[in-house]
């Protein structure tokens, strides 16, 4: 079977950031391992601790010390344990992420008849609704600490479908028990949106295996059925601006709406596997009609009937400072991949303490094409 990537169109357009030269020079100055598998350590493992302490002696518990006082401190304890008992066996380099990565794409691809022939789609949701619980004022949420694995955020309506991307992804950390659920998440995010001829997405590991503990509250992710304030009171609390929020929401050029998952049905663009600016386009060059049905609110085309948009993305053309940038989007592929990266990036990166990466600049990636085309 032809996969889903081999599909794809040549990649349309490549935002490209320079390999930071000072990587390699700063690297030493940050922690240099990632978590073991999520289990809550017993209360007295000298032997662990003993671990931790040596790790600590060589320099590797600076981030430990360096986190907030309070829950997080216990939490970054318990995590430190963990850390220092994957020290003891491994240090991950970028190669062994670009691994990580390559398994995600052999995943991915394998999709058979599922939705459009990709698992892609679905990994992004995964990544974003991991990190968009972030909340710049309490600093909690965010991909730290990927506790979406516990209920009840794992069972929050926002979340419905996404057990497909988690049960997929726990097939790569079994191949790969070092990395974190956080790191895994957000690297399978950038894999499905680089490989769906998508930008780059500057990533770099450092993310901790939380507990239930730090899940967060219901209603933290975005309600499609609600307008332009909705969506401001939702992405501000991350930190995001009204470019950011519209440059985000063309994520959904991706994938597709599915009845039993959110109640809304199909997909936004002719093409939901590979990534473009379709979406604003489409937006504006289209007539958007209510769909008379026994569903939730949404649009579609009226020319096809075959394509949807959602309430909260038709505001990006009806609210003046949203419908702005949108037609930016709509007329300048370049810029919409530019500032996607830029948005997604950051997206994925919030709630980690600055102390827990493992290099000050990220990283770039290899597509699978980038890698195919240096072995020839
Ligand atoms: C702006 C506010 C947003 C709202 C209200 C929203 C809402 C939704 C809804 C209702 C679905 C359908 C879920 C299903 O039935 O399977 C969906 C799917 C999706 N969303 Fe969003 N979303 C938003 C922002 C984002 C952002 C910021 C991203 C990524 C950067 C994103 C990426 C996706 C993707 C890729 C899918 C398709 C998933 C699949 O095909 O399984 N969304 N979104």
Redesign the pocket.
């Known amino acids: 079977m032809l996969s889903t990537f081999l599909r794809a169109p040549a990649r349309r357009a490549v935002f490209t950031a320079s390999f930071p030269k000072a990587l390699v020079r700063r690297q030493a100055a940050f922690r240099r391992f990632s978590t073991a598998p999520p289990s809550e350590p017993k209360k007295s493992n000298t032997a662990l601790y003993a671990a931790l302490g040596a790790a600590t002696v060589a320099g590797l518990g600076y981030w430990f010390y360096a986190s907030d006082a309070g829950r997080e401190a216990v939490t970054a304890a318990k995590s430190g344990v963990q850390s220092g008992k994957a020290a003891l066996n491994f240090t991950p380099t970028k190669e062994d992420y670009q691994k990580v990565y390559n398994k995600v794409v052999e995943l991915v691809e394998d999709a058979g008849d599922y939705?459009d022939g990709s698992y892609g789609?679905?990994l992004?949701?995964l990544a974003?609704h991991s990190s968009?619980t972030y909340d710049k004022e309490t600093k909690t949420g965010g991909s730290n600490y990927a506790t979406m694995r516990f209920e009840p955020e794992s069972t929050h309506g926002a979340n419905?479908?996404l057990n497909v991307a988690r049960d997929l992804m726990e097939k790569v950390k079994q191949e790969f028990p070092w990395i974190s659920y956080g790191d895994l998440w957000t690297l399978g995010g950038v894999c499905a949106i680089q490989e769906m001829s998508g930008p780059k997405i500057p990533w770099r590991p450092g993310r901790i295996d939380g507990f239930a503990a730090n899940a967060t509250p219901d209603g933290r992710?975005?309600?499609?059925t609600q307008g332009a304030d909705h969506?401001r009171n939702?992405?501000y609390r991350m930190g995001f601006n009204d470019q950011e929020?519209v440059a985000?929401?063309g994520?959904?050029a991706?994938?597709?709406?599915?009845?039993d998952?959110?109640?809304?049905d199909g997909p936004w663009t002719f093409s939901?596997t590979t990534l473009t600016n379709d979406y604003y386009k489409l937006l504006f060059d289209e007539k958007w009609v209510w769909k008379k049905w026994n569903g939730p609110k949404q649009l579609e085309d009226k020319k096809t009937r075959s394509l949807m948009m959602?309430p909260?993305?038709y505001v990006l053309i009806t609210d003046k400072s949203y419908k702005k940038f949108a037609r930016a989007y709509a007329d300048n592929q370049d810029l919409f991949f530019k500032d996607f990266s830029a948005a997604?990036s950051r997206?994925f990166e919030l709630g980690v303490p600055e102390s827990q990466w493992v290099t000050s600049e990220p990283w770039e990636m290899k597509t699978k094409e980038e890698q195919e085309a240096e072995k020839k």
């Open positions: 939705d789609p679905v992004v949701r974003w968009g419905a479908g992710l975005p309600d499609a969506l939702i992405f929020i985000l929401s994520a959904h991706l994938g597709r709406c599915h009845p998952r959110s109640g809304f939901p959602l909260t993305d997604v997206l």
